[in-house]
């Protein structure tokens, strides 16, 4: 099974030999003449065992080999075993760990150098106002429609540009603009951007950003129009106030003098922001809060106040692929009472307003929010998640079929391997018993869903109980004469001798039940989770 290749940063090799990936030589010279003496193959006569002993030694051998070299240690630790068996031309005269390193790292600023001059991102919105009240009145449904484009491109390390441009109907009457922004990064403190628009704001401007510690940055801005030549200044002061939340104060001088002060908060599970501006004949203050429910659903709270502006907004979103969302957000105010669909695919936004009613009518306003939310959840409960749950089982069952062959011979690999390993397992396990010590009872490794059921998972042969494998023998064997087991942090577990990847391309989880004493524990950690038994936190 050749998965070591595909995931670089796996760490099997210090899997097999259970040791730490900070381990020094000396700990890997006595962890290798451990595993010797259990897979040396002149220990054995019977020629299948001989043979298991001496597939496994070689395993054995090739990662002490490996791990004892300074250079090949050095590249597997960075790229792992493609590093090794990819003929990465390093050539002959670097012999030393520095030069070798030194290599790797001109190696990889190349690929990101490439990287970067061929990255090109591209962000657009299409806004499409629609309008029921105009619609019924014979005037068409269309209110209004706005188009806008951008394409940015990091030329060199530290120089990006940016084009974009934009276009606006509403009613009878339309325009449009284009705009050019070419940043600069003077140090890895501050940046300077030179920018330019044409159209309905035709102008020039500047703009300098400096971080002035590890907590604060300020912007200074001047832009001039190309049509009265008024000049408009703009300073922006940003500070991390704790370790999810920043502040900000904005002041524009000119022809909109303004002064707004806002913050956001960015947690795991959740988001706000709010802002208050205040300018020479208008003022307003927004709000919003938006949680996650979990990695795919999302809420979402806002609220507009101001001197042309009074609306509440409140609804939801759904990640529905990789790179698409969509949100529906019911809104009610001064402008009436709206339906707002949002469909984001990447840099792409489709935004579709719609206008139900410009009278506040109590009744109306019921209707127009139940209604949609109970159509979401009863699509959701009999129509998507019923969809959404019979693809994820058919990509699941279609790995399964493309990876068996592999999986099947990593299993018989796996069990070979535990066939050695049982004797002293065993031996292991007993004088734990007669001590009262750690004692594993039951352990499996694989699939993250299938491991939740487990319990039936023991008793059926199904598709999802072939993505477990039973590990009770390699932990009971790994245990050591003090009643510990440790299973390092950052190293794949399936890594280790006598387990294997039984669901290549799934999360996985290993889960033990064992015994100390006269106490039942059990755990679950993830592939890649350090475990350590016995702990008080785990008895059940």
Known sequence: ??????????????????????????????????????????????????????????????????????????????????????????????????????????????????????????????????????????DGIMKGMAMASEVQSQISKSNSIAIGGNLAVKGYSGGGGATAVFRHQLSPVSSVELMGSLGLQSLLGIQTSRQLSIHSTATAGVTMSLKDGSLNLSNTWTRQLSETTNGNIQLALGSESSIGVGWRKKAEKMSASGELKLGASSFGATAQYTHRFSSKSHGRVAGTVGSGALAFEIGGGRKISKFSTIRMLYSIGIQGILWKFELHRGGQKLIVPILLSDDLNLLFAAGAFVFPVSLYFTLKNFVLKPYYLRREKEKALENVEKTRSQVQEARAAAQKAQQLLQNVADRKRNKQLERDGLVVRKAFYGNRKAM?????????????????????????????????????????????????????GEPKLLYVEYTYGVSRYEVVVDDYEELLIPQERHKV
């Open 1 to 138: 099974m050749k998965e070591r290749n595909e995931e670089p940063n796996s760490r099997e090799l210090y899997a097999l030999l259970h040791i730490s990936p900070e381990a020094s030589d000396e700990e890997i010279r006595r962890a290798y003449r451990q595993w010797a003496q259990v897979y040396h193959p002149d220990k054995y006569q019977a020629s299948q065992m001989k043979e298991i002993a001496t597939e496994n030694f070689q395993r054995i051998c090739e990662a002490y080999e490996i791990l004892t070299d300074e250079n090949k240690r050095l590249i597997y630790d960075i790229y792992g075993m493609e590093g090794l068996t990819s003929g990465l031309e390093l050539g002959p005269r670097l012999n030393k760990v520095e030069e070798i390193k030194e290599e790797l790292e001109r190696l990889k600023r190349q690929r990101d150098h490439e990287k970067l001059s061929a990255h090109v991102r591209t962000s657009g919105s299409i806004l499409a106002n629609l309008s029921l009240p105009e619609f019924l009145d014979g």
């Open 452 to 504: 939740f059921d487990r319990h039936k998972l023991e008793e059926t042969e199904d598709e999802m109980a072939s993505q477990i494998i039973n590990v009770t023998v390699p932990l009971n064997f790994l245990v050591n004469d003090s009643g510990q087991l440790k299973l390092h942090e950052g190293v794949k577990k399936s890594g280790i001798m006598g387990f294997c990847d039984p669901c290549p």
